[in-house]
Structure formats: C-alpha cells, structure tokens
C-alpha cells in the first residue's frame, strides 16, 4: 500500500465551480499534512498545511482533515484557469526524524473556461 | 533574499560520468533536502541533512552522495551516472518543526533537469 495517495487525474472543472481534490495515507500516526501547487515546469509552492481535525480555510482554499478515516482534502472555491497545476498532496510520518515529507504523486487539476 | 538556489537549471551527461548539483539557501534554515522527480510522479527523498556537518538518507540514496560543511550550502555528488538517475532534482530548505505545520514549511529551489544517455 501507498504511503500517500491521490487520483492522478486529471480532474477537469469548469470556471467558477469548486475543484475537490482528495488524498488518503496509510501511517495512523502521522499528524502533519501539506497541499503542494506545482506549475508544469516549475517547483512546488506550499498553498496550504492542516494538522486538526476538521476544516481549515484560507481565501479561495479549504483543507479538510479526517484522521479517523484517514484522509485529507483540498477544495478551491471559484476555480480559476491560473488554478490549472498539479495538486502534491504530503505527510510527515510520525517515525523518523528531520522533519521528512512523504509526497503523493499528485493530482492533475484543469479548470476550463 | 533569493530563497533556494540550484545550479545547473539543465545538464545532459554521459552513462558513467559524475557531476555535483549546487545547492544554497539564504534563509538561515538548519535542515535541508534533496529530491528527485520522476514524470508523473511524486517527490522521492534522497538525502537530508539538520545541520552543518549531519546528513542522514531518504528512501532513495543509491547512487548519490552529500556534504552539508556550512549551513547555506547542500551540493548532491552523482557518481557514475546511470540512465535510472535522469530526473528533476529539487533541493528544499526548512526551519526545524516548531508546533504549527506552517512553522515546517519547506522552500524549493527551481529544480535541475538532469538526462544521462
């Protein structure tokens, strides 16, 4: 089994509706989760980061975090072609230490005028 | 600040030949990593280090070697290039973890774009 995992896509929403991207890991223990945007071509940028349960809302962003069930979720309200990236969904496990992500192979999003 | 920076952006090596990917962030972050990524895929770990002088291995070290000798510079040493090692490698710098997971925000560099033929 996968440490982390997303549907690699692509998902294709119109502009203007909401894009849900979602990711499950397998390590019970871990207590950090990240969304990651990654222009083709170009390094990831940290839109988002969560570690409660619950909802976490930052402009358009919504991370959503379920540790029972063992999944996290980004929604992007109002979706917008410059939203059109690869979504990177990563986990620090709870073994080791520095701080280490554990990435996802990501999520193609398109969103279409 | 410039963040993260990575040299070359690009190189084409030859199966066997050896090259060092630079490396250095401004920031003043202790820890430090290297990435590689395939196409379609997720970042794999290669190395990391938490300081000058400590570096420690990710999931996939083989066939790579670091030095962290300051805390702004992290170069990967590929020896004996393969055909398996053509990636993009990232290098990403961070703060050690303080509580809040924004607190363990890694930064990017660029990326290199390396091809071995």
């Known amino acids: 089994q996968k440490e982390v995992e997303q549907n690699s896509g692509p998902l294709s929403v119109p502009e203007g509706a909401i894009a849900s991207l979602n990711c499950t890991y397998s390590?019970?223990?871990?207590?950090?989760f990240f969304w990651y945007r990654q222009y083709s071509g170009k390094s990831p940028e940290l839109i988002m980061s969560?570690?409660?349960?619950g909802d976490k809302e930052d402009g358009r962003f919504t991370a959503q975090l379920n540790k029972a069930s063992q999944y996290v979720s980004l929604l992007i309200r109002d979706s917008q072609p410059s939203d059109s990236a690869t979504y990177l969904c990563a986990v620090i496990p709870p073994t080791g230490g520095g701080n280490k992500l554990t990435f996802g192979t990501g999520t193609q999003l398109k969103v279409e005028l | 600040n410039a963040g993260v920076t990575q040299t070359p952006k690009f190189r084409i090596l030859k199966i066997g030949q050896s090259m060092t990917l630079q490396c250095t962030q401004d920031m003043n972050h202790n820890y430090m990593y290297w990435y590689r990524q395939d196409p379609g895929m997720g970042l794999k770990l290669i190395y990391y280090s938490v300081g000058a002088g400590i570096t420690d291995k990710g999931e996939v070290p083989n066939g790579y070697n670091v030095s962290r000798s300051t805390t702004e510079d992290f170069p990967l040493r590929l020896e004996l290039a393969a055909p398996s090692q053509t990636s993009v490698y990232f290098c990403?710098?961070?703060?050690?973890?303080?509580?809040?997971?924004?607190?363990?925000?890694?930064?990017f560099g660029p990326g290199t774009r390396l091809t071995v033929l």
């Open positions: 390590d019970r223990g871990s207590q950090s």
């Open positions: 969560i570690y409660s349960n």
């Open positions: 990403a710098s961070s703060y050690p973890p303080r509580g809040e997971p924004s607190y363990n925000e890694q930064f």
